[in-house]
T-cell receptor
């Protein structure tokens, strides 16, 4: 059981470049999330989705876009990368129907914008 | 926005000893959940323990237990018989009962000394 899979694990971007962070889960979870983790700052929610075709902004959405065309996939798009987007990005999923209140995380993508 | 505060950036404990990590939170809600997540060097976040605010009994999971003081808005994690594998970053998190968003603290880095 793969769980939540994120690709790539590491990436270096130049300022102004764009890229898509991929996230897929095989647990049929309706809820999916994108977080960024900055040193000493904890995790901040970028975007989330409660099902295919439904997305909503979190605390720090500026500079990012998401889509959710299927239950399994929740890609995060960075347009015009900036140094402030240097961070570790985590995708997570959850099945709220079970009432377990448990997030399943991917192993993260470390992104540097230079 | 909800706030979760972890006032101990770093903690250390001797192997086999007990350590307590602190967490306070701010909310006006009566229905919410509290969590402790562990982030080992592999970077993947793992749920350690969860507490429902309506439950007076403190949650316990093997060597991990919490001290939930609802009036004081305090939620500390006690790790008993510490093991080398417990070395990690620990994050406290809050979620409103009807909410989608998790709010994370800034984390406590735990070192286990052999």
């Amino acid at each position: 059981n793969a769980g939540v899979t994120q690709t790539p694990k590491f990436r270096i971007l130049k300022i102004g470049q764009s890229m898509t962070l991929q996230c897929t889960q095989d647990m049929n979870h309706n809820y999916m999330y994108w977080y960024r983790q900055d040193p000493g700052m904890g995790l901040k929610l970028i975007y989330y989705s409660v099902g295919a075709g439904i997305t909503d902004k979190g605390e720090v959405p500026n500079g990012y876009n998401v889509s959710r065309s299927t239950t399994e996939d929740f890609p995060l798009r960075l347009e015009l990368a900036a140094p402030s987007q240097t961070s570790v990005y985590f995708c997570a999923s959850e099945d709220p129907r079970r009432g377990i209140q448990k997030l399943f995380f991917g192993s993260g993508t470390q992104l540097s914008v230079l | 926005a909800q706030t979760v505060t972890q006032s101990q950036p770093e903690m250390s404990v001797q192997e086999a000893e007990t350590v307590t990590l602190s967490c306070t939170y701010d909310t006006s809600e009566s229905d919410y959940y509290l969590f402790w997540y562990k982030q080992p060097p592999s970077r993947q976040m793992i749920l350690v323990i969860r507490q429902e605010a309506y439950k007076q009994q403190n949650a316990t999971e093997n060597r991990f237990s919490v001290n939930f003081q609802k009036a004081a808005k305090s939620f500390s994690l006690k790790i008993s018989d510490s093991q080398l594998g417990d070395a990690a970053m620990y994050f406290c998190a809050y979620r409103r009962g009807t909410g989608n968003q998790f709010y994370f603290g800034t984390g406590t880095s735990l070192t286990v000394i052999p």
